[in-house]
């Protein structure tokens, strides 16, 4: 299986790290994000098509090994702008490598107002992998091709699903800060 993620991620993998920075972000709860190689690509799916391959994998007649994955790629810095673009934030990301940051150009979202040339985003070579994979993509023609499998959710119905979640999630966190309650963010 390549990477599967849904609402339910730990907080430790990229995605999640990017969807509830996001979503702290827009709410004013947190100031920026930090994260490491924003040019690595990855194959991300939703766990739910991922789960309902392996239900299909257990009703096959024979025992196979199989590749479970969408076949499409998606740089890290394109997570990010989908994320912050569910909440109406628009980026724009200046510099490369450990130098590149990414500000907000515009906000559409009434409720997601954050000022035009906030920085939001900055690499941290602490988040660089030491034996980073540029690529991961998987080839899962087999199961399309023997089982009939294909994903029903695209990247961004990911990504709305993830950020509706870690949003509704953070409000809740919003609410006990405004309630006198500390939060902390154990993430960064």
């Not at 789960?51 to 394109?78: C, H, P």
């Not at 990301?93 to 590149?100: A, H, L, N, S």
């Not at 906000?107 to 906030?118: K, Y």
């Not at 087999?142 to 695209?154: I, R, V």
Request: charged share 25%.
């Amino acid at each position: 299986m390549f990477n599967h993620e849904s609402p339910i991620r730990g907080e430790t993998f990229v995605t999640r790290k990017i969807t509830r920075a996001a979503a702290r972000i827009a709410l004013g709860l947190q100031d920026k994000l930090y994260l490491g190689n924003l040019d690595a690509q990855r194959d991300w799916g939703h766990a739910k098509d991922y789960v309902r391959m392996m239900w299909m994998i257990l009703q096959a007649d024979v025992a196979e090994d199989w590749v479970i994955a969408t076949g499409k790629t998606t740089t890290v810095r394109d997570f990010v702008n989908m994320s912050f673009n569910e909440v109406g934030i628009a980026l724009h990301f200046i510099g490369e490598g450990v130098q590149e940051k990414a500000f907000v150009v515009s906000c559409s979202h009434p409720d997601f107002q954050l000022p035009i040339g906030q920085e939001v985003l900055a690499v941290d070579a602490k988040y660089y992998r030491p034996t980073e994979v540029d690529l991961l993509v998987g080839d899962a023609s087999k199961a399309h091709t023997k089982l009939g499998w294909t994903p029903q959710y695209d990247l961004l119905d990911l990504v709305k699903d993830m950020m509706q979640s870690d949003v509704k999630l953070m409000q809740k966190e919003q609410h006990l800060k405004a309630g006198g309650y500390d939060t902390l963010n154990y993430f960064e």
